[in-house]
């Protein structure tokens, strides 16, 4: 018996030891955890700190250049980083935050300006956060449309981005962001598809996206969007592309190809045809056009300075072709005031890239229309800005078959225009009966890469700056 005693009390004290190893284990694990728990814990509190460090120094250069625009300095009139200490107002300095800063300049003219800050706690500097903004003013091409005039989008539209109006809008088509309208009420006439004329909202119609539709909004200022021709008349002749008037009568001006080598081919327009046509801002009178070219003479090659993407012609402009940088055309004459330039969109516009590093702004004094002979499937890029006139297609009768009739248009970008916008067109009229012209289908999408950092001198939609990028590095 005391042989099993024995034994017994072997195995109890093995078990305890056991026992006490386990828990021994357990606790040494359990602290490590809390320890490794609170390390984490700490880590965590310094990377949120230097994140509103950070941000500090970018609300701080924010402020600076609200105070001092343009000076990318910060007063020192030296090369950065510059230095900016963040306090908290209860508990004082919690950390430093180290600014770079750097201008995107055109034709030496500051368009945006893009800003670091590389943010430091001081409760543990291992951590560090980096933010990146970009300083502007909003551009148009945030937008699919702003129009200076009621509108009516068809049935047949799809409109991808936010589409607004100073005037009334119908709205029987697609949209999937906001549509916005600068009236609370307007008259709708025949013009717009009612009879007898109507009161209505400021957006109404048969359109599916009615829960996206606001009014009355503020209205955009026109005027103020309108980019300075003589300025970049200056900029297109000491740095850029320039080229002076043909012909004031609108049946000459300049066929531009751009090409996907940041080239541009250019002829001048030495004949064209006349074609009996509509348009939408004198749907009751018709005029001559004079779109379709004949014969032309090739004037050169020119390559697109890419310190300066500047191409301005006084008088009418042909376009096509594919765009390899950001860059902006323009067809007026500043010193002119009796003769407006139209640009005549003459086949598809494409990107070498649609990852945000190609654009093209295209300026009209007047309007920017879609020219006779174009693909029946036509597909354009670009940000497009008719100033005093307006964007669209002009009505061709049926006389002028095939032509009168398109199949699709495909837009991506933006457009703005003075004028009510139209691309299709229902009529009858002397031979033609219950006619359609212009594009049947219509999709318009604007550039989402683009919107926050357009081709140089494209107009601006506010005069408020902003940051229209901002990212954590």
């Known amino acids: 018996m005391k042989k099993i005693f024995k034994a017994r009390r ?13 828990f021994s284990m357990s606790v040494g694990m359990l602290a490590t955890y809390l320890l490794t728990q609170a390390k984490v814990g700490r880590a965590k509190y310094a990377r949120e700190q230097a994140f509103s460090v950070a941000e500090g120094g970018l609300e701080y250069y924010k402020w600076f250049l609200a105070h001092f625009p343009n000076n990318l300095t910060n007063g020192t009139g030296q090369a950065g980083p510059y230095s900016f200490v963040v306090n908290d107002p209860e508990g004082g300095q919690i950390g430093t935050a180290s600014i770079a800063v750097v201008g995107n300049t055109a034709c030496g003219v500051i368009q945006s300006i893009d800003i670091t800050s590389e943010g430091t706690a001081d409760i543990d ?6 933010l990146f903004g970009r300083y502007a003013r909003s551009s148009v091409a945030e937008y699919s449309h ?20 100073n005037g009334g809008v119908r709205m029987d088509g697609t949209n999937n962001s906001t549509v916005t309208s600068g009236v609370s009420t307007w008259t709708c006439t025949s013009s717009f598809g009612c009879s007898p004329n109507q009161n209505v909202a400021g957006v109404w119609g048969a359109g599916p996206g009615f829960t996206l539709w606001q009014y009355p909004v503020p209205q955009f200022n026109f005027a103020g969007m309108a980019v300075n021709l003589a300025t970049l008349k200056g900029y297109a002749q000491t740095q850029g592309v320039y080229f002076n008037t043909v012909s004031t009568s609108g049946q000459r001006g300049y066929h531009m190809i751009l090409r996907n080598d940041n080239t541009v081919d250019v002829y001048r327009v030495t004949g064209t045809n006349g074609r009996s046509t509509i348009h939408i801002d004198n749907p009751s009178s018709w005029q001559t056009d004079y779109h379709q070219i004949t014969s032309e003479t090739y004037l050169g090659r020119y390559i697109i300075p890419a310190a300066c993407p500047v191409i301005l012609a006084e ?12 860059i902006i055309v323009i067809a007026g004459d500043p010193e002119n005031a009796s003769y407006n330039p139209d640009i005549i969109l003459q086949n598809n516009i494409g990107y070498t890239s649609t990852a945000g590093t190609v654009g093209l702004t295209a300026v009209a004094e007047r309007s920017v229309v879609y020219g006779y002979n174009i693909p029946d499937i036509m597909t354009v890029r670009g940000i497009f ?6 964007y669209g297609r002009n009505l061709y009768p049926c006389q002028y078959s095939p032509y009168d009739k398109r199949t699709s248009l495909a837009l991506h970008g933006s457009v703005v225009s003075n004028g009510r916008v139209g691309t299709k067109w229902g009529y009858s009229s002397s031979g033609c009966s219950n006619q359609w012209s212009g594009f049947n ?12 950092s357009p081709p140089s001198f494209t107009p601006f939609a506010t005069t ?4 229209t990028i901002w990212r954590e590095e």
């Not at 005039?149 to 799809?158: F, K, Q, Y």
């Not at 800005?385 to 307006?390: K, P, S």
Request: glycine share 8%.
């Open 10 to 22: 072997g195995v109890t004290v093995m078990l305890v030891l056991v026992f006490m190893g386990v």
């Open 385 to 390: 800005v008719a100033q005093t006139g307006y």
């Open 146 to 165: 702003i129009i200076n005039s009621n509108v009516w989008a068809g049935a047949d539209r799809n409109i991808v981005g936010p589409y607004h109006s």
């Open 125 to 130: 500097s291992r951590f560090k956060r980096s």
């Open 464 to 467: 408020d700056f902003k940051f």
């Open 441 to 452: 289908t219509r999709t318009d999408t604007y550039d989402r890469l683009l919107s926050s």
């Open 315 to 326: 008088d009418n402009i042909w376009l096509e072709g594919t765009a390899a940088s950001k």
